[in-house]
């Protein structure tokens, strides 16, 4: 069986759907996927680095966690900014 993609891993850490609650996103299963950090210093960071830091390559891991958020983004607004 071939391994699964980094993309696939990335994506397979959470399920959907996914809320706002508290400065904090989440998934269906409470995961922390991102907050909002210290108030003036960043847009939003990936969380969840208790876990992921624990499975392979957890650094670009995380990366491409925050990759596949950027681009739901820019799909996002792709859609509805018109």
Do not use: C
């Not at 696939?8 to 809320?19: D, K, M, S």
């Not at 922390?32 to 108030?39: E, H, Q």
């Not at 960043?42 to 990366?63: F, H, M, T, Y």
């Not at 799909?75 to 509805?80: G, I, Q, R, S």
Request: aromatic share 8%; net charge negative.
């Amino acid at each position: 069986m071939t391994e699964p993609t980094l993309r696939q891993r990335a994506i397979a850490l959470y399920t959907p759907p996914f809320r706002f609650e508290h400065g904090y996103v989440r998934d269906s299963n409470h995961q922390p996927v991102a907050d909002d950090d210290a108030v003036g210093t960043v847009a939003s960071r990936v969380r969840n680095w208790g876990r992921i830091q624990k499975l392979p390559d957890p650094e670009a891991l995380q990366d491409e966690v925050g990759k596949i958020m950027a681009e739901a983004l820019n799909a996002f607004w792709e859609k509805h900014a018109k």
